[in-house]
């Protein structure tokens, strides 16, 4: 999970053990909390997989928002893409730890690198999920305003902006000795610390506001879009519509489930650091465990259309029709009945 708690114990183990919370957040570091976090991270690369697979892209003219979906299905791939090796990287975080806890790696040197890079991969792949998610809603915000999308901006913001925050966010935990516990009397652990919870919760906070504004004042225009477009507004438009408006409510609601559990947890260890309640935080901290690499399973469900056909193998009248491919298909039917 991308947490900056767990984040933390990658550091070198603390010196003194009188801290009530931090033996309590040690459960990072069990083997139940880890078990757990490889159950649903296997899971979740499934889900991953499964969004990837190769589709049946086409344009229906009788749903004219089918072109919409398409434009997006570029983005839930790179969406796809970032839950894949978010949950990879939490994999393979919970099989090292699992093989510290029964003594398999007992450096400790070595343990703390690989946590560390596990660390990085994580946060800077699952911040990558949260801006694929807000790009989805602006670009679908934008296709059905009938305006352009702005891929090289995309990609821009998509891969940077997670870079500078992580490296920031866990440099400054982690630098020079990978010590946050263990702090010299100059050393403020407010400073130290801080810098990654912002780096962490800054971008999830702002998806959780902004795209519930952008998907309402997308909803308000499904039912334009596809009036205008098939020149009515029958019961039939109005199932479309609600579709529509279904699934971007799923989408929000995904990730609300996906990552309140994070805020709520954050607000907790800080607000009462000195007397944790023990059980509330646990049961937050397994929600975790479950629901972070629950993404991308949860995705692959509310992104997709429900006519989506995956294709392993295409035969040949799949990949070039019946119909002589430099002819329009009415043309054609057009000669056949002359003849």
Known sequence: M??????????????STKIISLN????????????????????????????????????????????VALRGRKIILWLAFGDLMATLGV???????????????QEEDTNIVLCVILAVIIQYFYTVTWMWTLIYAIDMWLALQDKKGYPVLYHSLVWIIP???????????????????????NESA??????NYFATYLPILTVMTVNPILYLLSARSVH???????????????????????????????????????????????????????????????LMATTN????????????????????FRNHQQAFGETTPLLPASKQSGKTTSD
């Open 2 to 15: 991308a947490d900056p708690s767990i984040q933390a114990f990658c550091c070198r183990s603390p010196e």
């Open 24 to 67: 309590l957040m040690s459960e990072f570091n069990s083997v139940s909390y880890n078990t757990v976090c490889l159950i649903s991270s296997i899971i979740g690369i499934f889900g991953a997989i499964f969004q990837m697979l190769p589709r049946e892209d086409r344009v229906q003219p009788h749903r004219p928002y089918s072109s």
């Open 91 to 105: 994999l393979l975080r919970s099989v090292l730890k699992i093989l510290v806890a029964y003594e398999y790696l």
């Open 163 to 185: 870079a500078c925050l992580t490296s920031v966010g866990l440099f400054i935990l982690y630098a020079p000795n990978v010590d946050c516990h263990n702090l010299l009397p």
């Open 190 to 195: 407010f400073l130290r610390i801080l810098p």
């Open 224 to 286: 334009i879009v596809v009036a205008r477009s098939l020149c009515q507004y029958t019961q039939k438009e109005r199932k479309i519509v609600d579709s529509i408006r279904l699934k971007f409510g799923l989408i929000n609601l995904v990730f609300y489930v996906c990552w309140l559990p994070n805020i709520i947890g954050g607000i907790i260890v800080w607000v009462y650091w000195d007397n944790l309640p023990r059980t509330f935080i646990l049961v937050l901290w397994y």
């Open 293 to 312: 690499p629950l993404q991308a399973l949860f995705n692959s469900l509310v992104y997709r259309r429900s006519r989506d056909k995956v294709m392993l």
